[in-house]
């Protein structure tokens, strides 16, 4: 009973205080609860850097800079280490070169406060990120270790004396003269294939004489950015028998990463749109998380997918205006874009990218503003035919991608109600009946393989800004979520 009181009394202080207080900053003023709220805790070793203010009220997105930027409201402070404290702050920095770790604490009135576990990893980065925190939260630092200077990296050169080891009528081995501290990734028709640290490479599942054109990358660090140099070869199967031929060549899945690749490292990456329209680049880690963003220009877009639409081996982006203008973005390869190429106007609610009829072009699922689900079949050059009108839907939002290891693009709907179904794919532009997956309160999916096992992963940010990775199983389903931290700043992304 004591306890419920407390914090009946901290809500009384804070509601008298907010309707009493004279007018200021809401991102600068006095906290208007107890001690230890407001404050950060620094139990790490290293001093942190913080702040009393903030750049915009209504907006949470972290802030991309090594010093307080111009115009923000506040002075910037330090706490010390081993059990310092920052009484009454709004925000703290994780420091370019160093991994942050802490807790924040969320105050609630009824139970147990909320503590979430968070981890700023900036290893490679060399601008720090501002983090905000609110008048009901707490946070704790609890490590900092910085890696600086970074080891003297390996010569990054070429693989030497790259051959053809061997074929069979289903399979090419290839092989390579290494280098120490080098490792290689392997493409196959621009496909991500396998990372290995060895000098060969099998790649199985093929066709009988055919031609195949393979890309070996070497692949080390390049001042905190990785940086690849490549070798090609083309390899051709021998003539024979195909044994029943197979999925995704040498790495057993169906969905890589490649396909969700902006920049050509075979890592899916994630667009996204803020809501001051800022579109921004975050290139993919292969571990499910992403690097820092890289901002690419103002963007007015109501909807956003990204995918090869004419075939040139990069990734393209289409996008609905929020004038309902359609247009395509082709990729340049290296996570941006060149100039907008208008094809329509868009009553869409919703839209997906890809090859739902196996003819190896690009086509566009889209949801109409009367919840009609169409199927846009694509002509391979940036463009698409005429709508087939496949059903009604009543989707909030939807994304494509092969859930089950069988090769063909399923489709992933969240209804109206928040209800999250799977929907297999037929292969001729069609799905079979939905299997129900159970409720998700999110606002935001994106389908890709974010860990290099060639499975599609869910990416979704929740209703409250919590942005979180489910590991796909490869049979429709997932794995727990990993909360990758807060999305709160988005109004789209797209995988």
């Known amino acids: 009973m004591r306890a419920v009181l407390a914090r009946l009394a901290v809500l009384a202080v804070a509601v008298t205080a907010s309707v009493f207080a004279t007018a200021a900053p809401a991102s600068a003023g006095t906290c208007l609860y107890f001690d230890p709220w407001c404050n950060l805790d620094n139990v790490s070793a290293r001093s942190i850097n913080v702040v009393n203010g903030w750049c915009n009220d209504a907006d949470d997105t972290p802030v991309r800079s090594n010093t307080w930027p111009t115009g923000c409201k506040g002075t910037v402070t330090t706490v010390a280490g081993n059990g310092g404290v920052g009484y009454d702050q709004d925000a703290y920095r994780a420091e370019a070169g160093c991994v942050t770790k802490g807790r924040k604490f969320t105050y609630r009135l009824w139970g147990e ?18 983090h905000r ?15 600086t200077p970074s080891p003297s990296p390996a010569p990054i050169v070429a693989p030497r004396n790259l051959r053809v080891a061997a074929v069979t009528p289903t399979s090419v081995s290839l ?5 120490t501290g080098l490792y290689y990734r392997i493409l196959r ?29 070497a692949c080390g660090d390049d001042g905190g950015d990785e940086r690849c140099i490549t070798a090609y070869i083309n390899a051709t199967t021998s003539t024979g028998s195909s044994g029943g031929g197979g999925g995704g060549g040498g790495g057993g899945g169906t969905w890589p990463g490649s396909r969700n690749d902006l920049n050509s490292d075979g890592k899916a990456d994630l667009l996204a749109v803020y809501t001051d329209t800022t579109l921004v680049w975050y290139p993919g880690k292969g571990d499910g998380g992403f690097w820092s963003a890289r901002t690419l220009s103002n963007a007015n877009f ?18 609905v205006y929020e004038d309902n203008t359609l247009a395509w973005y082709p990729g340049k390869g290296d996570g941006g874009f060149w100039s907008a190429r208008v094809l329509s106007t868009a009553n869409f609610r919703s839209m997906a ?29 940036g463009g698409f035919w005429s709508s087939r009108v496949l059903s009604t839907a009543n989707f909030r939002t939807m994304a494509l991608a092969d859930l089950d290891g069988d090769s063909i693009p399923d489709m992933l709907a969240l209804y109206n109600d928040y209800t999250l179904a799977w929907y297999p794919g037929k292969g001729d532009g069609t799905f079979w009946s939905a299997r129900i997956i159970g409720p998700a309160g999110f606002s935001h999916m994106s389908l890709g393989d ?44 797209a995988l």
Request: charged fraction near 25%.
């Open 189 to 217: 028709n621009g496909s991500l294939l396998a990372v290995v640290g060895t000098g060969s490479y099998t790649d199985t599942g093929l066709k009988p004489s055919t031609t195949y054109p393979y890309m070996v990358k």
């Open 113 to 130: 406060d909320l503590v979430e576990p968070f981890t700023h990893d900036l290893t490679w980065d060399t601008v720090g990120l501002w």
């Open 133 to 147: 925190f609110h008048d009901y939260q707490r946070i704790v630092i609890d490590s900092i270790n910085c890696y």
């Open 353 to 381: 990218l890809a090859d739902l009829d196996r003819d190896g072009k690009v086509d566009l699922l889209a949801v109409l503003d009367d919840y009609t689900l169409v199927w846009y079949p694509g002509k391979g050059d």
């Open 302 to 319: 109501r909807l956003m997918a990204k995918a090869d639409l004419n075939n040139d081996g990069k990734k393209d982006m289409l996008a």
């Open 450 to 493: 974010l860990d290099g096992d060639s499975k599609a992963d869910l990416l979704a940010v929740y209703t409250d800004g919590t942005f979180a990775w489910y590991p796909g199983k490869g049979d429709g389903g997932f794995w727990s979520a990993r909360v990758l931290g807060s999305a709160n700043g988005f109004k789209l992304m």
């Open 175 to 179: 092989a390579w003269d290494t280098s």
